[in-house]
């Protein structure tokens, strides 16, 4: 088996001895090829590559974002429709190298990276996979594909502002998410919501502050503890969404308390909007809203449509 490693050298929580210690490890088990990301696009660019090169096996040693443009890169290589050919194309391994890990851990892999090595040469030496629907967003003339979610506003927000924080040098630690969240919130407009929601078969829905579109649950972690504001949604089936009309103080913390943690009951409250296993809908916001993929900002839009694309990816896990 043949396998292409993409290792991020920034990534939060790996060093140089243990990134050493698990390309040893996988290049024990497989023909392996590593190659380090340079610049914001790189690992798209390179699995774009693999099919070509004769490639298995894709790997990822990195955050989110680095498998994000991975995956990226394997379905964009690719002609025709995704169901039919995800067991063609490089299957995908994901090494936790991040500050949150969501894909990772949604699939089930344990936030050590080295533990999570464990497992994944176990799935390679018994050649152990799992095919995975993912997400597709279309703004602006553009597409892109997601792993675990989207989202527009306020939690978008958020992630702009701690990516402005990486900017000067400091890590994307779960802390600083809280932090920078709560002191984000006192300046956030709870007073003028933009968005409005629709979609074929899907209800209008209008007065939207801040909306979550999910691949799978759970959303996000803080620290150890899950969040799950939509604990339905799943690689299985198709995408799930839940929208805040009111983020007053009484509204969010109503919300907070009955996301925070593994559970699989919906949050109720006259002021969600809520979708489960939907093929495609699109939010409009009256006014550029900020706009994230996969914890990854990508500007302010005005209209996105999301996609869900079933039996997109094999992963070995």
């Not at 088996?1 to 390309?23: E, G, S």
């Amino acid at each position: 088996m043949r396998a292409m490693l993409l290792v991020n050298p920034m990534a939060t929580t790996t060093n140089h001895r243990t990134r050493d210690v698990l390309i040893r490890a996988l290049g024990a088990t497989v023909d392996l090829s590593v190659e380090e990301t340079a610049y914001r696009g790189h690992a798209a660019h390179l699995a774009s590559t693999a099919h070509a090169s004769g490639f298995d096996v894709v790997a990822v040693l990195g955050g989110d974002g680095t498998i994000n443009e991975t995956v990226n890169g394997l379905l964009d290589a690719e002609d025709g429709k995704i169901g039919e050919v995800a067991a063609d194309r490089p299957a995908l391994l994901v090494i936790p190298g991040g500050s949150a890990n969501v894909f990772a851990r949604a699939l089930g892999l344990p936030n050590d990276p080295v533990e999570a090595a464990g497992m994944v040469l176990e799935a390679v030496s018994q050649d152990r996979r799992r095919t995975v629907g993912l997400g597709q967003a279309v703004w602006n003339g553009e597409s892109r594909y997601f792993t675990f979610c989207s989202g527009l506003g306020y939690d978008a927000e958020v992630i702009r502002a701690v990516e402005g924080l990486r900017g000067t040098g400091l890590k994307a630690t779960p802390a600083r998410y809280v932090n920078t969240a709560l002191r984000h919130y006192l300046s956030t407009d709870k007073r003028h919501a933009p968005m409005s929601l629709e979609g074929p078969g899907v209800p209008l829905a209008e007065g939207i502050f801040m909306a979550i579109v999910s691949n799978t649950s759970p959303w996000t972690y803080v620290g150890s503890r899950p969040v799950c504001p939509t604990p339905w949604a799943s690689f299985e089936t198709g995408l799930d969404l839940l929208g805040l009309r009111r983020i007053g103080v009484p509204a969010m913390t109503h919300v907070l308390s009955q996301i925070i943690g593994l559970r699989d009951t919906l949050p109720t409250g006259r002021h969600l909007v809520q979708l489960h296993d939907e093929k495609e809908f699109t939010l409009l916001a009256e006014r550029p809203v900020a706009f994230q993929l996969d914890g990854d900002y990508l500007g302010e839009v005005e209209r996105a449509t999301f996609r869900s694309i079933p039996n997109a990816l094999q992963v070995l896990v």
